[in-house]
């Protein structure tokens, strides 16, 4: 222990040593990016905020951990990042884009409810407009998630034709059992916001997924869903409230992979 902690004093006093550079292998920029990651504090926050900008947009595997880095610096430069962040989400680059959107779910949980809705505000119709590049499992579950927070009515259009179209494929093979629990939640809490909007949404899958044969995950979470609406409609609202603010990038990171954070809420909540 004493080791580790001698090292990231070390690195912490020549933080400038591990600055990316242009000409570093791939490797190697990568190595720096997880060490970067390790040590930012306030202190070195601006140099290493500057330093990462220029490998947003890099080799695929650079540009991941460029973002990891990013989304830890969200902690001591937030507007700065946020700025990076919603210029991302307009790239026309898919990777840059779905890994803004991931990067974006995560630093939305760690602000408070009016800092989230301001910003998600502001960023509603880029996100709706890049959807249709996160097709990874996370990208499209991040940003549903994020969708879903919307809360103005007049912007609710376009996610009925982005639900319309997730609830039709629910069962194509493409789609995977965690993007399935997502796109119920999402349905769910969009429900509980706008009944008369996506009531038939909601009746559809569950309709779809009551009717499987086989017992699965998907068709138990439905089956809490269902008994939430018909027992306690205020309970149900409670459980899907968008959720307090984080501090550790780990915690996030664990909240808002699509097993659906309202998964676990919902057990917690029934349990106590």
């Known amino acids: 222990m004493k080791q580790s902690n001698d090292a990231v004093k070390l690195l912490k006093s020549n933080t400038k040593l591990f600055l990316v550079l242009f000409e570093d292998h791939v490797s190697v920029k990568m190595k720096k990016l997880d060490i970067l990651t390790e040590i930012v504090s306030e202190e070195f926050a601006e140099v290493i905020f500057i330093n990462v900008l220029r490998y947003i947009t890099a080799n695929e595997k650079v540009a991941r951990k460029a973002f990891c880095l990013l989304t830890k610096l969200h902690m001591f430069l937030p507007r700065n990042c946020e700025t ?5 989400l307009q790239s026309s680059n898919q990777i840059v884009v779905q890994e803004s959107v991931k990067s974006t779910a995560i630093m939305t949980l760690r602000q408070t409810e009016e ?5 998600l505000a502001e960023i509603y119709v880029i996100l709706l407009k890049g959807y249709k590049h996160c097709t990874t499992i996370e990208s499209n579950c991040s940003s549903l998630w994020l969708l879903s927070q919307n ?3 007049q912007n609710c259009g376009p996610m009925i034709n982005i639900m319309n179209t997730e609830v039709e494929n629910f069962f194509d093979k493409k789609t995977s059992p965690v993007l399935q629990q997502e796109v119920l939640t999402t349905c769910m809490r969009l429900f509980l916001k706008w009944p008369h909007l996506f009531e038939k949404q909601l009746k559809d899958l569950f309709e779809k997924i009551f009717a499987m044969s086989t017992f699965s995950t998907i068709q138990e979470q439905a089956k809490i869903y269902f008994l939430m609406l018909k027992s306690d409609l205020k309970f ?3 459980c899907f409230e968008p959720c307090s603010p984080i501090k550790s990038s780990s915690e996030a990171q664990h909240k808002i992979t699509a097993v659906g954070f ?6 917690t909540l029934h349990q106590s």
């Open 151 to 153: 809360g103005e009515l």
């Open 262 to 267: 309202n998964s676990i809420k919902v057990a």
């Open 236 to 238: 149900a609202q409670k």
């Open 115 to 119: 800092q989230r809705n301001k910003f």
């Open 84 to 88: 990076v962040l919603t210029n991302c």
